[in-house]
Every structure is written in structure tokens, then in C-alpha cells.
């Protein structure tokens, strides 16, 4: 995401959307209320009613004030819908207009008010240091390639190779040389700063005996993972010894934030989940970090039901909380789901 313009404290920001990333950011920054102003297409009517009429579809510049927000994931598209505060002469003031928000687009967003993490959440958004990770997770005859993403993971590719009983060493030295030549390929095209290979077992090992290249080697971290499938990225995700590679990286910091709520829910200290208990905590003042993912967000939206999650945040940001909203994608975020999509780290224990 690039920021053209900002300027906080008159409550507006310039952007333009780079990839598709943003557009999950876009999707957890822009409120209902908010003011939204882009270039957007509009059927206009051409001729008076009365008469022979034809509608075409005319590229407009608009600015609306939204009441929904719709992100698909599958899809890649994020629509913001509102009423039309400013436009041109032909279109109608006060009737209902939707941005479909895409690559290039260029909007500017104007709020109330900015609360510190959303501030927090453009900073990361407009950061140019983005996740340069490859994890491959594999066995002696199968591998996942995988890049990070500020938002989840992307699978690269699947490897099957073809192991027999006769020949079986032979054919398992060929499959870890093609995994070898594979690593190699990727990182010639992305250069990646960190590769992680994990595996059942001593298999990485065999591996790594196979990487002849010194500067691949030098950055090439190994892990172990109970299976070869999409879910064990997750798992090599929260190994202790990938901590110092991963703890910079949006998806890393999340689950360990859901895992350290899990424990101290388990131990019965110093936190709470469900929308009921988080809000007497927010409103006490007494939530230090509040969690919720980007899913009951969104949820919330399309029930009608936002304001009452807005106002935990704004209780939590007021009383200098910080604020994650972390995707529903990973592991944690369905974790978190499955206690009802919010929790809070306190500072002190309460009393119901």
C-alpha cells in the first residue's frame, strides 16, 4: 500500500492499493461512517425519462459515506458500499453507490476519528518490508512450497515423488535432489531472506546434505513437523526454534498471541473471552490486549451488529490497550473463532 497523502489530524489519508493485501487491511481499517472518495463507475441514464433513454456505464469520481463493508478472501474483492455525499451534476446525491476496491485503485479515507492501532495498522499496511519467507515441509516422497504473506500463506507448489520398496535409498536421494534444485529455483526469483524446511523425522537432514549452495545453506533454518499437508505451515509456524526468524512476521506475532491467551485462560489468569466478559472488562478499563479476528468483524457488519464491537475498541484504545485484529485463517484466528471470535489479555483480575 502506498500513502500519498496523510494527514491525521485533519482525519483523512490518500492511498493507492498495491496488491492484494491491502485489500484485507482496507477491509479492517474503513468503518462504517467513514467517508470514502475514489474514481468508480456508475450507470448514468442518458436522455430524459420521458423520452427514448439509453444507460451507460460512465467512470465517475465519488465520495460516499459507508454502511458496509464486504471482503472475500476466495475472491480477492473488497466492495464498500454507502450513501453519495459528492459527485457529479448527473448522479443523485443521497442514493446508494458501491466501490469495488482493486489493484491500483486510489482512495481517500476521512474518519472521525483515527484510533491509535488503526494509525498502527496503516503503518504496517504502507510498510515496504513485507514477509521473504519460503517454508517447505516434506517427507521422503512428498513436499509443500510455501511463501508468507502479510496475510496467511500462499502454496507455491506440490512435489510427489515416486518411492519403491526395490531401489527405495536410490529413489529418495533422487527426490531430495530435485527438492534441492527446486529450493534453489525459488530463491534465484525471490531471494528469499529466510528458508525453512521441516520434516517427520531426520528427512531434512538428507536434505540439507543435499543443498551445495553456501548462501542458501546460510539462511536455510530446519524444523520438524508431525505431517506433509497445508496445516503443518501452521505447525512449523509456532516452533521455539523459528521464534527469531518468524518474530517479525504478522502471521507468527498473531498466534503466539492466541496461544498466550489460551494459556492464561487455562490457568485461569488474567483473561477473558466471549463478546460478554471482554466488554465488562473493556469498559472497566482493564483489558491490556484485546484480540478479535478480522471474521466477527466482519460478521458483525453484515448483521448490523458493528457498534458494539467499535466500542470495545475505542474502550481498549482509550485506555491505552493495544488492539490485534488478526485473520481467521490460521490456526489461531480459528482458534480464537471457536471462543467466540474475541478475547482480552487483563491487567488485573475483575469481578462479575
Known sequence: ?????????????????????????????????????????????????????????????????????????????????????????????????????????????EKVKWLRFQEEKLKEAASEEGPNILIVVFDRENAVFARLKRQGFEIISKITGQVQKKAMEQQEQNFYQTLSKAITEYDKRENYSHIIIASPAFFKEYLLKEINDEKIKKKTVTATCSSVSDSAINEVMKRDELKSVLADERNAKEINLVEELLEKISKDDLAVYGLKQVKTAAQTGAIETLILTDSLIHKKRTDDLFEEIENIMKFVDNAKGNVHIINSDHEGGKKLNSLGGIGGILRYKIEY
Open 1 to 109: 500500500m502506498k500513502i500519498i497523502h496523510q494527514d491525521l489530524k485533519k482525519r483523512a489519508v490518500k492511498l493507492r492499493v498495491e496488491n492484494l493485501d491491502d485489500l484485507w487491511y482496507l477491509s479492517t481499517l474503513i468503518d462504517n461512517k467513514d467517508t470514502v472518495e475514489g474514481e468508480t463507475y456508475r450507470k448514468i441514464r442518458i436522455g430524459s425519462k420521458d423520452e427514448k433513454s439509453e444507460v451507460v456505464k460512465k467512470k465517475v469520481f465519488l465520495k460516499i459515506k459507508v454502511d458496509k463493508v464486504e471482503f472475500s478472501k476466495h475472491s480477492n474483492t473488497l466492495r464498500v458500499s454507502g450513501e453519495i455525499l459528492d459527485g457529479p451534476q448527473d448522479v443523485s446525491r443521497g442514493s446508494s453507490h458501491t466501490i469495488n476496491v482493486e489493484q491500483d485503485t486510489i482512495l481517500k479515507i
